[in-house]
């Protein structure tokens, strides 16, 4: 598509930004994301809040405060009573109530497949801006949920995992990213993307090309949700895995355990909703970081660490 080449849209030649960026003052710039998907959850109450949560993730990647958001929703209003629909809002309403922000309004069309999420307008000093492209050698790239959720919602709809067995895994999809942003935010940390549908491998590859850097990861220093290898191991994978591997496969070496290797690429591959934030960190500012994500209850692990060179590789063992 052609460029627009407007000097207030900052990261028009970030090609892999998790949002727009469009600076309205010398000081401040908007931040804009849009994100909607069918169900994984039978609930729709917990569905929309976990929508609503991965729609609002992109803004809190970048260091940004939502302010604003439009529901999108699409309905078999001719096959399902309103009920559901309106209990779907719900979810999303009081998702973004608890992001501090606003639903202004929104858009439905009659579809007969049911999709929901938000169009999103968030607020940023430019100076503290986060983006993807910030990552420099050295620094440690932490994690701030575990991996599996689309395992793990793949396990259920093969009935191979009781959906109240999932209590953890969905709740955490509905957990906002917001008090990892304010962790960033308050110890300087300058690049981060959210963890969504390209998988932790493909989101890592986007902050590489953006950064010129490569790779290491840790394999069994990356959390999990409960019983994600079992149900690797039992074929439990959802198609989307298999994508993100085939995409990011050129540029990983491998230099684990041959044995374990199948399972844990396509663990790396998962294709995650409302997954968390991939920080890179510089070694100064790890130790007050990490600190700050215990203070505010959210977890953080180290997983790997940023090396040199332009050839976007990961090294995983």
């Not at 803004?59 to 958001?69: D, E, I, N, Q, R």
């Not at 078999?76 to 922000?101: F, H, N, W």
């Not at 309004?105 to 999420?117: A, C, F, T, V």
């Not at 940390?189 to 963890?195: G, S």
Request: proline fraction near 6%; hydrophobic fraction near 40%; aromatic fraction near 6%.
């Amino acid at each position: 598509m052609p460029k627009f080449d407007d000097p207030n849209y900052l990261n028009r030649e970030q090609h892999f930004s998790d949002a727009g960026i469009y600076r309205i003052s010398e000081t401040h710039a908007l931040v804009q994301t849009v994100d909607f998907f069918t169900p994984i959850v039978d609930d729709p109450y917990l569905f929309g809040q976990i929508a609503a949560a991965n729609a609002l993730s992109d803004v809190y990647a970048m260091g940004g405060k939502p302010l604003t958001a439009l529901n999108i929703i699409c309905f078999p209003t001719s096959c399902q009573p309103l009920e559901i629909m309106q209990t779907i809002l719900r979810g999303g309403y009081d998702k973004v109530k608890e992001a501090g922000a606003v639903v202004v309004g929104g858009h439905s069309i009659e579809d007969p497949e049911p999709k929901y999420g938000l169009s999103v307008t968030g607020l940023v000093e430019i100076k503290r801006l986060i983006s993807g492209s910030g990552a420099c050698p050295g620094d440690l790239l932490v994690l701030t949920k575990p991996l599996g959720t689309g395992i793990i919602n793949t396990a259920v709809k093969g009935e191979m995992i009781a959906e109240k067995e999932v209590d953890l895994v969905t709740g955490t999809m509905a957990t906002l990213n917001a008090a990892a942003s304010a962790a960033m935010l308050e110890c300087g940390v300058l690049a981060c993307t959210d963890i969504t549908g390209f998988s932790l491998l493909g989101h890592l590859h986007e902050m590489l090309l953006s950064s010129s850097v490569s790779a290491e990861l840790k394999f069994d220093q990356i959390p999990l949700f409960p019983r994600v290898k079992e149900m690797v191991s039992m074929g439990m994978i959802p198609g989307g895995a298999y994508r993100n591997l085939d995409y990011v496969l050129p540029h990983i070496n491998w230099q684990g355990s041959a044995d374990t290797k199948d399972d844990a690429l396509i663990i790396m591959a998962d294709p995650q909703t409302s997954g968390g934030l991939l920080a890179a960190v510089a070694p100064g500012k790890i130790e007050s970081f990490l600190a700050s994500l215990k203070t505010r209850k959210t977890l953080g692990e180290v997983i790997g660490r940023i090396t040199e060179g332009p050839e976007n590789k990961i090294t995983i063992s």
